[in-house]
């Protein structure tokens, strides 16, 4: 199993401009979840999906749109860039949203660097 | 609302050496605690966790206790590695079930 990957690794926008950050699992896990890492603030939880066609807002939505079409993929868009969107991003997975929570047990993918200028 | 501190890094130790790292954290409740770590172009990987007071959770060669008391969950090991490098985080879940993180603690072992 691959696990959990994210794609880029990094990327540079401009203000405005719009991307998709990719994840995916291979592991049949009903629970995804977005977070974003900031200096000083550690993870913070942005969206989340329970199963494919159903996600909610985390902490700091704002910004941020996701879909969950299948149960593998698990896409981040950004519409219109802003500077405050720099970070780096997590995506995690889990077997279903009680494991996540009450066991901890999520796996995450590797990161992405992302810088608005 | 729930939150978790960490000690402010970064750590730098020599191979061999103590290792601490404090967590406190506030939740309502009984919150089940956990350290996760991020070794350099990885993900973060659960290292191990707690869900009661008094439990003490250990893997690797790292312990922390659940103490109520002081609510804290402080990361030890006896004997640091350079293989240990990597970024700490404490964690919790309390009410709303979600994972509720510290801000990281770099930890550097030199040899």
């Known amino acids: 199993n691959a696990g959990v990957t994210q794609t880029p690794k990094f990327q540079v926008l401009k203000t405005g401009q719009s991307m998709t950050l990719q994840c995916a699992q291979d592991?049949?896990?009903?629970?995804m979840s977005w977070y974003r890492q900031d200096p000083g603030m550690g993870l913070r939880l942005i969206h989340y999906s329970v199963g494919a066609g159903i996600t909610d807002q985390g902490e700091v939505p704002n910004g941020y749109n996701v879909s969950r079409s299948t149960t593998e993929d698990f896409p981040l868009r950004l519409l219109s860039a802003a500077p405050s969107q720099t970070s780096v991003y997590f995506c995690?997975?889990?077997?279903?949203?009680?494991?996540?929570?009450?066991?901890?047990?999520?796996?995450f993918g590797p990161g992405t660097r992302l810088t608005v200028t | 609302g729930d939150s978790v501190t960490q000690m402010e890094g970064p750590v730098t130790l020599s191979e061999e050496a103590f290792l601490t790292i404090n967590c406190t954290y506030t939740a309502t409740g009984y919150p089940s605690l956990f350290w996760y770590v991020q070794y350099p172009g990885e993900g973060l990987q659960l290292l191990l966790k707690?869900?009661?007071?008094?439990d003490k959770g250990s893997n690797k060669g790292f312990e922390a206790t659940y103490r109520k008391e002081t609510t804290s969950f402080h990361l030890e090991k006896g004997s640091v590695q350079v293989s240990d490098s990597a970024v700490y985080f404490c964690a919790l879940v309390a009410s709303g079930s979600r994972l509720t993180f510290g801000e990281g603690t770099q930890l550097t072992v030199n040899p």
């Open positions: 592991m049949n896990h009903e629970y």
């Open positions: 707690a869900t009661k007071a008094d």
């Open positions: 995690a997975s889990s077997l279903s949203p009680i494991l996540a929570g009450a066991s901890g047990e999520q796996y």
